[in-house]
């Protein structure tokens, strides 16, 4: 394809989010990758620029390498749609409920989907919730998240009262609502998706309690197996499940579906992530290379959906 059709591209990264070097960072690979391409690309913060200039400086589309609040939560995505600017991904609706954990479980759950029990709390509830129940519900050991971060940001693990109360604490240092969800012992998976198909598999491998922020973006002992083990069958009906769900949160484009798989065999779905991160490192960009393309083959084939009517 002629890079002259794309026009002038604002890769849009940075912004006020928790998530902020993360996404400078994707940001700056995907800003990499289109100049590699001949595409004439820039790089635009949101946090930094008004989104006027993208209207004076003639901007013809937008690609999203922002993650978390302000820019995976549909804010942005309804700013460029009344600007009348494409942008890469999901739309308003799709990246608002991806962002909800409460209200992505609730929707999965209505459809049937494979769930890990779970509770979600408010802050004017702390002085009413009977933590003794809940452990005792969850199977006494939680995972504490708040309802609209990413990057595993804010997130604990509890296995007694006194420290889900320090859980909830520093989980709504982060938000107004809070999952408290039973704690899962088994494999994690990563499903990445583009344009309504699903990659191969990964799973992955973590020293720590849990996939948290520094496994994902610190530590050097993280494993990730691309092949992912699992048999044919197993692969396939986890990735036709992670597009049921991904399509059930009206997402669409790209974007990656968590999920855990336990010492039964039996798949939980954990979260949605619209924009999932970019480098080349990233998880996307791993399944896509096991799928044969490039990470900047990767980038043009995203960027290629804004052409789309």
Known sequence: MSQAVYGKVAVMMGGHSAEREVSLKSGQAVLTALRSLGINASAFDPAEQPLQQLLNEQYDRVFIALHGRGGEDGSIQGALQTLQIPYTGSGILGCALAMDKVRTKQIWQALGLPLAESVSVEPQQISSIDSVDILRRLGGRVIVKPANEGSSIGMSVANSVEQLTQALEMAFNYDQQVLIERWIVGQEYTVGLLAEQALPVIRLQTTHEFYDFAAKYQAQDTEYHCPSGLSTADETTLQQLALKAFNALGCKGWGRIDAMRDEHGG??????????????????PMAARANGDSFAALVEKILAQTLES
């Open 267 to 284: 798949w939980y779905l954990l979260e949605a992530n619209a924009v999932p991160g970019m480098t080349e490192k990233s998880l996307v």
